[in-house]
């Protein structure tokens, strides 16, 4: 038998609050080179950033999208009142006190009611939790795909530094083809720099 279907609701959102949390503090982490347990911002302390502050700093960074963070706003409301409201105990208890349901129903194209208004929460909830899990495992490979990139990048210039001279060495005749090409893609860099600065673009992107 599913695990999940032996918890309580109450038990089943907060599971899935620490699940989704965690992750989203190992992305976090990846993005700003840290661990997440030598942290303040990310650890278990009370100092740690909120789950809302985490998902608009994605959203900052351009990782999630309005809607994405639509979504991760609802789920955190829904999270919330089960944690810290003893009386909310079912999902319709808690849907009615978020007045968000009819939101989500319209983020996932959602337009019939089933016979169960208790299981149509309970399964949009899940579905709500299954996609932003799947979004952040997107964000966290689209993240090691850019490490992949810079990573690269650093590398063949560490290695124009390191082996010019020594090609330079080996093929003399080349020698002022290689200094030319260089200066070549230092001036188009700076040029590319320089107008980004004018235009007020981040120098990264």
């Given at each position: 038998?599913?695990?999940?279907?032996?918890?309580?609701?109450r038990a089943f959102v907060v599971e899935m609050s620490v699940k989704i949390e965690h992750l989203?503090?190992?992305?976090?982490?990846?993005?700003l080179g840290v661990k997440p347990e030598e942290t303040r911002s990310f650890g278990n302390s009370?100092?740690?950033?909120?789950?809302?502050?985490?998902?608009?700093?994605?959203?900052?960074?351009?990782?999630?999208?309005?809607?994405?963070?639509?979504?991760?706003?609802?789920?955190?409301?829904?999270?919330?009142?089960?944690?810290?409201?003893?009386?909310?105990?079912?999902?319709?208890?808690?849907?009615?006190?978020?007045?968000?349901?009819?939101?989500?129903?319209?983020?996932?194209?959602?337009?019939?009611?089933?016979?169960?208004?208790?299981?149509?929460?309970?399964?949009?909830?899940?579905?709500?939790?299954?996609?932003?899990?799947?979004?952040?495992?997107?964000?966290?490979?689209?993240?090691?795909?850019?490490?992949?990139?810079?990573?690269?990048?650093?590398?063949?210039?560490?290695?124009?530094?390191?082996?010019?001279?020594?090609?330079?060495?080996?093929?003399?005749?080349?020698?002022?083809?290689?200094?030319?090409?260089?200066k070549y893609i230092k001036a188009d860099l700076l040029n590319e720099v320089a107008e980004k600065?004018?235009?007020?673009?981040?120098?990264?992107?």
């Amino acid at each position: 038998m599913d695990k999940n279907q032996e918890l309580s609701s109450r038990a089943f959102v907060v599971e899935m609050s620490v699940k989704i949390e965690h992750l989203l503090n190992v992305i976090i982490s990846q993005l700003l080179g840290v661990k997440p347990e030598e942290t303040r911002s990310f650890g278990n302390s009370s100092h740690a950033l909120s789950f809302n502050a985490k998902a608009n700093l994605l959203l900052d960074l351009n990782y999630l999208n309005k809607e994405q963070r639509q979504k991760f706003q609802i789920f955190m409301e829904v999270r919330n009142k089960f944690a810290h409201i003893y009386s909310v105990d079912t999902f319709e208890k808690c849907f009615s006190l978020t007045n968000n349901y009819n939101q989500l129903k319209k983020i996932f194209g959602i337009d019939k009611d089933g016979e169960s208004l208790e299981k149509d929460m309970e399964y949009m909830f899940i579905s709500l939790s299954l996609d932003i899990a799947n979004t952040l495992n997107e964000i966290k490979d689209r993240i090691y795909s850019e490490m992949a990139v810079k990573y690269t990048q650093r590398r063949f210039t560490e290695a124009i530094k390191t082996k010019r001279e020594e090609y330079k060495s080996k093929n003399p005749s080349n020698s002022d083809a290689v200094d030319d090409f260089i200066k070549y893609i230092k001036a188009d860099l700076l040029n590319e720099v320089a107008e980004k600065i004018k235009n007020r673009i981040p120098p990264h992107t």
